[in-house]
């Protein structure tokens, strides 16, 4: 679960390029400069464990899932998280965020990793995470990638206003289909919650394919055979309706679930609607996905299910559709998709970074290929090389210091 690591004679590295800047919180005497994290070579831990999808796993008494800020921290940690790619055979992959946030010895952040989408045919879940991918369909392949996320969990984190200033970051999981829909690869934009003016990136726009999560938390359309979005977006909280695609008869799929909602999967008959939060499961060939926090989409072709924690909205599941299409969790669902194109990526967000450094949401890099002092996330940090890259590879968390 955690990988420590000791090395010589660390070099400072440029880091926090790209993918939007903005005013971050102050009160901290940490270094605001990425390059001098970690500390010492020791000063990491490493979260490479896709979540479980579990309820009972969501308070900080788990272990292996809560990060508690060590009594050596400089004032900050930086914080590097990596979403899920999609499974199948054409892949999205999920993008990262890197934040510096502002703490104090003792505090408690819970860490989702999100899990890549089954990469079987005609069998398989989606990936769990901060919004879980949605499932594989009866008689086709891919399943969307589960968001990643690493948010502010000490016992007043039960509101927007309590928790979003003090830190969350949220990395869509990817979509595919016939298109791999990456996430993080699209234009930023301001996301106020919880009265931080955070940062939001969308995931490709494919022309043919599912919408990502959008900003606020909101989750991404299905698009119909004739290319028109159908209906709303999904509102956060809310679960993904679903819709017909055009096929024939009731074969259909669904939208990306709003943060805390569950998409809205395939279907071949009856078209219904994900659950809202704090549920949040995803829906799908006539009935709810399983239970679980952030839990993929069971085959065939469930919604993924929302992530709600202590009250807070994070996660919204993935939509798919009757065939390839399939989306990705994030800070609002991907949406679905007709049967043969590509669901969206999920949406992905930071929030509550140290006031004067540079805060950013990329698209995927490979572990050695993200600078920290004294050479990479890989080298120094043990980060995967392929985490979150296309073809069901799970993410990561990076915690240094």
Aim: charged content about 10%; some cysteine; glycine content about 32%.
């Amino acid at each position: 679960m955690f990988n420590w690591n000791k090395k010589e004679s660390p070099l400072k590295a440029l880091a926090g390029l790209g993918g939007g800047v903005g005013r971050g919180r102050s009160g901290s005497n940490g270094s605001t400069d990425p390059s001098d994290y970690p500390f010492d070579s020791s000063y990491y831990q490493l979260f490479n464990s896709s979540w479980p999808g579990s309820t009972p796993d969501l308070p900080v008494s788990h272990g292996p899932t809560t990060f508690t800020v060590p009594a050596d921290n400089q004032g900050a940690v930086r914080v590097i998280g990596m979403g899920a790619g999609s499974g199948g055979s054409t892949t999205g992959k999920g993008g990262y965020f890197d934040v510096i946030i502002p703490v104090q010895t003792g505090d408690k952040f819970k860490v989702i990793v999100g899990q890549g989408g089954a990469t079987t045919s005609s069998s398989g879940s989606g990936g769990n995470g901060c919004g879980g991918g949605v499932g594989v369909d009866q008689n086709d392949s891919g399943a969307g990638g589960g968001g990643t996320a690493f948010f502010y969990a000490n016992p007043d984190a039960t509101s927007d206003a309590t928790m979003f200033p003090k830190g969350v970051a949220i990395a869509g999981g990817g979509g595919g289909g016939n298109v791999g829909n990456d996430s993080c690869v699209g234009p930023t934009s301001p996301d106020p919650i919880g009265g931080f003016t955070g940062l939001f990136r969308y995931g490709n726009l494919d022309p043919n394919g599912g919408e990502p999560g959008q900003v606020g938390g909101v989750g991404g359309r299905m698009r119909h055979a004739n290319g028109q979005f159908q209906g709303p977006a999904t509102a956060r909280g809310s679960g993904g309706q679903m819709h017909g695609d055009g096929y024939s008869g009731d074969y259909g799929g669904g939208n990306g679930g709003g943060a805390g909602g569950g998409g809205g999967g395939g279907s071949n008959g009856t078209l219904s609607v994900g659950e809202g939060s704090p549920s949040g499961r995803g829906w799908g060939y006539g009935n709810n996905n399983a239970g679980g926090a952030g839990r993929g989409g069971d085959y065939p072709m469930k919604g993924g299910n929302g992530l709600t924690f202590n009250g807070v909205d994070l996660g919204g599941g993935g939509g798919g559709s009757h065939g390839a299409a399939n989306a990705g969790g994030g800070w609002g669902g991907g949406g679905g998709a007709y049967y043969d194109k590509s669901g969206g990526s999920g949406g992905s967000g930071i929030w509550g970074w140290l006031e004067g450094s540079t805060a950013t949401l990329n698209p995927w890099s490979p572990g050695n290929g993200i600078p920290v002092n004294g050479g990479s996330a890989g080298s120094v940090c043990g980060a995967p090389y392929n985490g979150g890259e296309g073809g069901g590879q799970p993410g990561y968390v990076v915690v240094m210091w």
